[in-house]
Structure formats: C-alpha cells, structure tokens
C-alpha cells in the first residue's frame, strides 16, 4: 500500500510517500511545498498545483492529513485550514481516500508518546525509515502521519479480516 501524508501549512506544506507491506515500511520520498503569490489565492493555487504534481507523480493509494490545531490566533487557524482543505482536496479528486488524525495521534503512534518534541518525531521516522534524508520538519511530519495511517489502516484491515472469519 503505498500512503502519502501531508503536514498542512499556507507557507509550508509537508510531504511524505511510504511504502507499506504489512509491518515493512520504505520510504519512497518526501519534501516541501512551498507557497508563492502575493495573495492568499495565489498561495493557494501554488500549493494545489504543487501537491497536485506529487499524487501525479508517486501515485497514492490512500493519503493521510493531520487535523487543525485550534490556538489563539484565528485568522491563522482559519488560514491554515484553507491549506488543510487543499491537502484534502488533491487526492479526493483522485479517488483516494484520506485519513485524519490528531498531532496527539500521530504522534502516540510513532514516538509512543502523545506529546513528543519535533525532534523526537523526526528521530522516530528515521529509525523506521531507515536511510531517509528529510528535506526539513514539514517533510519529516509529513512521514510520521504516513507512518502513522499505515499502522491505524493495517490495524483496521486486520480487525475487519478478524470479524468477517468470526461471522463465517
């Protein structure tokens, strides 16, 4: 199965493509969207084609985007969000469905601690990706919400194989 995370951001837009094959993970790439333009619709736009390019490319099969974390600031929240609704958007057009997940998830699942440190996170994906080179943190949160949808997919895979022999 190969997964494509996205860590969603107006200015930075992380990137990850996995490969999995039940426990086996590889990395197949990662990097940045950066956004251009002198408006926020042209910001926008950059990101789409961009991310565009990428499912073109690498070809997902299912994608996964971290969840808005609400702060203080709502003009950046709601921008934010606009940049989540195109990492949404992108492989929705290509039929491929997207998985959600909380920092807190992402996190509990590749570190094993719900409030981990970026640092921690990027040193996480490294040890399960071995040989990656992360092209910044974007990427590597990008890889751990990867990682993190293929261990909740297989998870789920593996549950509904369980109740289907249970009912035949």
């Known amino acids: 199965m190969r997964v494509l995370g996205i860590d969603p951001g107006l200015r930075n837009l992380g990137w990850g493509v996995i490969d ?3 426990n086996r993970l590889s990395h197949v790439a990662n990097g940045i969207c950066h956004s251009n333009g002198a408006d926020l619709a042209a910001r926008l736009l950059s990101l789409y084609q961009q991310l565009t390019d990428i499912v073109a490319r690498y070809a ?3 994608a996964a985007v971290e969840q808005t974390f609400v ?3 709502g003009a950046g929240t709601l921008k934010l969000g606009q940049a989540r609704g195109i990492a949404l958007l992108v492989p929705a057009q290509y039929g491929i469905d997207v998985g959600e997940y909380s920092p807190n998830t992402v996190k509990k699942t590749v570190v094993g601690v719900g409030h981990a440190a970026k640092e921690q996170v990027a040193h996480m994906v490294k040890v399960q990706l071995p040989g990656v080179i992360l092209a910044g943190p974007d990427a590597a949160d990008a890889l751990a919400i990867a990682i993190c949808h293929a261990h909740h997919a297989r998870s ?4 509904a194989f369980a109740v289907q022999r ?3």
Do not use: I
């Open 20 to 22: 999995a094959d039940g």
């Open 60 to 62: 997902p099969e299912t």
């Open 71 to 73: 702060n203080k600031d």
């Open 156 to 159: 789920a895979d593996l549950l």
């Open 166 to 168: 249970a009912g035949a």
